[in-house]
């Protein structure tokens, strides 16, 4: 399915029974995507996957943090603000999936409750 065919995308998350949501950068969904692919509408919806990064953020020290900076954008630094954004997203997903009476799997769940 094309990005930009909302209209089929409207269809299939109105009659889909799983939703699996992924971002493979240091950034999380905007809210309006969020509720743009999720609508409110999703009585069908059985579960939802948010796949996120780990929130720990202990552990992560001067290495980590230059190795992103000098050679590894990629690398994951648990940056405060960027914690943040993961647990606002969870909570945001978890909202939706309650709103769904949906049962919510976060990669990273276990991970941060441990941390909290």
């Not at 889909?16 to 009585?43: E, H, Y």
């Not at 647990?87 to 009476?101: G, L, M, P, V, W």
């Amino acid at each position: 399915m094309s990005a930009g065919d909302t209209g089929q995308l409207e269809r299939f998350s109105a009659v889909t029974n799983a939703f699996l949501l992924a971002v493979d950068t240091d950034t999380v969904l905007n809210q309006g995507v969020i509720d743009f692919i999720i609508p409110s509408g999703s009585s069908n919806c059985k579960r939802i996957v948010a796949m996120t990064r780990k929130l720990i953020g202990k552990g992560v020290g001067f290495f980590v943090k230059a190795s992103k900076l000098s050679a590894n954008n990629e690398v994951w630094s648990a940056d405060d603000a960027l914690v943040m954004q993961y647990k606002q997203f969870e909570a945001s997903i978890k909202q939706k999936t309650n709103y769904c009476h949906a049962e919510y799997y976060g990669i990273a769940k276990r991970i941060i409750q441990s941390s909290e």
